[in-house]
């Protein structure tokens, strides 16, 4: 009489576990892909949030330093750009704006909680062809947000002259 046994063999064995170790690799390396990107949602509305703040501080300024108090009668006159020596505590038309940039603060200069990381970038430049109107007549606001890990955001907004 031949005894019979029954079981694996080590062949089998060794195979169960490689199929085993293939599928644990890829679900392990799927869920770290997942886990690295679990931030991001978080600093995009962080960025938005930054812009929202920035925009609309600057479009709450006079056009041009030009301008009066009230807007009336409206600037007529070249569209220039920059600082007109002046701080930001004390930035007063669209274009003082332009070159601004670091770490992100209040108008008054304090530093912004729960932005460590982010820096701002602001360029304004004379766009009114870009919207159909003369040249001098609206100023182009781009804003750069950067969030922690080099991801840029990017935000455009125009001030008309009226």
Known sequence: ??????????????????????????????F???AGRSAD??????AVKLAQLYMDEILTQKYDDQTPQGGFP???GPCSIG????????FDDVDDYDGLSG?????????LTGYSGFAISIAVTCAGTEVGLPAEEAKRID?????????TFS????????
């Open 41 to 46: 949602p978080l600093n995009q509305t962080r």
């Open 103 to 111: 770490a992100p603060s209040t108008a008054t200069g304090s530093a």
């Open 74 to 76: 409206k600037f007529s």
């Open 1 to 30: 009489m031949r005894s019979t046994q029954t079981g694996a063999t080590l062949v089998e064995l060794v195979i169960t576990i490689v199929i085993i170790s293939v599928a644990i690799a890829g679900v392990v390396g799927a």
């Open 83 to 90: 600082p007109d020596g002046e701080g930001r505590t004390t």
């Open 155 to 162: 935000f455009t907004a125009y001030r008309a002259n009226f």
């Open 32 to 34: 770290s892909l997942i």
């Open 143 to 151: 804003l750069d947000i950067t969030a922690p890990g080099n991801q």
